[in-house]
């Protein structure tokens, strides 16, 4: 009898997991999940980097690679991914680098280190806020303690002072986020957060908050990048602001209620407003298809080139707004999220089949739409997309099928010209960074705080 249970038990076995592999199956649209497609393309080299903690981000500049751990900055040779040299960081330090040198800082310190040799070229603490071009570092110190104030540009390749200018420290004002501002990165206005993400721009002036009225309007102070003298000044209500042009700053309200937004375009030195449009703070977190768009105020921002601006508009339509006078170019069909800019391309995603288009600046047109790889039936989720120069990096993770298979991260290089893939790099782990004819990527194990990460380069 109880071999007899054990016959019924064994059957039974065998049935629940046919049915659950049946009903796997079903799940994932009845297709078994085929090995990514595409061109592989192997490393140039790998490096083993000790002692960085968790690495966030690295950057090609010159001939050399940037690597930003969370407790140090590793530079390595491009040709051949030797280190040159290593400095220690302390965490939630930000990096940047220009015209021969890199800064690292905080909101209570900087460093200024020689890019090839790694020599330190300038240290100070300091209370308030620094901002940084391709060959100045600005340093807005206002200790607690202090009457005065001071705004200070130095050199970012020797760290020599070039101005230093004062004003009255306002009475029991606490500076708890940033102060000085100055021409954004092609990172943060383009919405690709992976490319040359320790990038600098030239810039004609900086901005300076020096001081806050009980209601939140700033007292800002626009100066001369080269002299420090004043050449504007007005009261600016209490709104996230981005310099994107010698003459044009973006300001919004993270704090509106429901989707909608309004973005308004002010005269950086004369503090008016030039022209307003409206805009959905439609965000698509990494990791998920564009069916899953969400309403997430804090972490929206348009994407800016140099002279336009691509919103997601509340009706789920890419708009291309004219970012001189505010015209609108064009606004596209609907259910598309725009997800990166670039000046010759708006890449969006397909809120339907979860596809990537491109779309033409000028008109709108579609250029070209690249189909993403499929898991389960439905489009994968898409990690680090960044768009630079003439190429569309994104990754995402590969779950195969059967047991025994690696589930891993596949990095896809897509054309922006005309959506074609490019090439991949299979089991590439973590994009970190890319530019014009490089990407950079870690290893599993580059989110860990222990033991050593592998960074590769990739070229083309």
């Not at 997991?17 to 790998?46: D, M, N």
């Not at 960081?89 to 790694?118: C, P």
């Not at 004609?204 to 990048?225: C, F, N, P, S």
């Amino acid at each position: 009898m109880a071999r007899v249970a054990r016959i019924l038990l064994s059957v039974l076995l065998v049935v629940v997991v046919a049915f659950a592999g049946f009903v796997w199956w079903i799940l994932r649209g009845g297709q078994e999940p085929s090995e990514p497609e595409g061109t592989k393309r192997a490393a140039t080299w790998s490096r083993l980097v000790d002692g960085t903690g968790p690495v966030r981000d690295a950057m090609v500049a010159g001939d050399a690679v940037l690597v930003q751990g969370e407790t140090q900055l590793v530079v390595l040779d491009k040709a051949d991914g030797r280190i040159r040299w290593h400095r220690p960081l302390e965490r939630h330090r930000r990096v940047r680098t220009g015209a021969g040198g890199v800064a690292t800082f905080s909101r209570e310190s900087v460093k200024l280190y020689d890019l090839v040799t790694g020599e330190e070229r300038y240290a100070q603490a300091f209370t308030g806020d620094v901002a940084v071009t391709t060959s100045t570092l600005v340093v807005n110190d206002c200790p607690a303690t202090a009457a005065q104030c001071s705004i200070t540009a130095r050199d970012m390749t020797t760290g020599g002072q070039r101005w230093q200018r004062s004003y009255p420290r306002p009475a029991g004002w606490e500076q708890s986020f940033e102060t000085v501002e100055v021409l954004g990165s092609p990172m943060v206005l383009g919405g690709n957060q992976r490319a040359e993400s320790m990038a600098t721009r030239a810039a004609e002036v900086v901005l300076v908050r020096e001081g806050r009225a009980q209601d939140g309007t700033w007292k800002v102070t626009i100066r001369d990048i080269t002299t420090g003298d004043p050449v504007g000044g007005y009261p600016m209500p209490d709104l996230t602001t981005w310099i994107v042009g010698a003459r044009t700053m973006l300001a919004w309200d993270l704090e509106a209620d429901g989707c909608d937004v309004t973005v308004s375009a002010y005269d950086v030195r004369a503090g008016q407003v030039t022209w307003t449009a409206a805009a959905g703070q439609w965000h698509l977190p990494e990791g998920v298809w564009a069916g899953h768009m969400q309403c997430e105020r804090s972490a929206w921002a348009p994407l800016v080139t140099g002279a336009t601006m691509a919103v997601t508009t509340a009706g789920a339509r890419v708009q291309l707004v004219e970012l001189a006078g505010g015209r609108v170019r064009w606004t596209g069909g609907p259910d598309l999220h725009a997800l990166a800019l670039t000046d010759r391309c708006v890449v969006a995603r397909n809120g339907g089949n979860g596809s990537l288009v491109g779309l033409d600046p000028a008109d709108g047109g579609r250029r070209w739409e690249s189909a993403v790889p499929e898991s389960f039936g439905r489009p994968v989720g898409l990690d680090r997309v960044t768009a630079t120069g003439d190429r569309l990096l994104y990754q995402y993770y590969f779950v195969p099928s059967g047991v025994g298979g690696k589930a891993r991260n596949v990095l896809r290089v897509i054309d922006l010209g005309s959506g074609r893939l490019d090439w991949i790099a299979d089991d590439s782990g973590y994009l970190l960074g890319a530019g014009p004819g490089w990407a950079v990527t870690g290893a599993d194990g580059i989110e860990d705080t222990d033991g050593p990460k592998e960074i590769r380069l990739y070229a083309g």
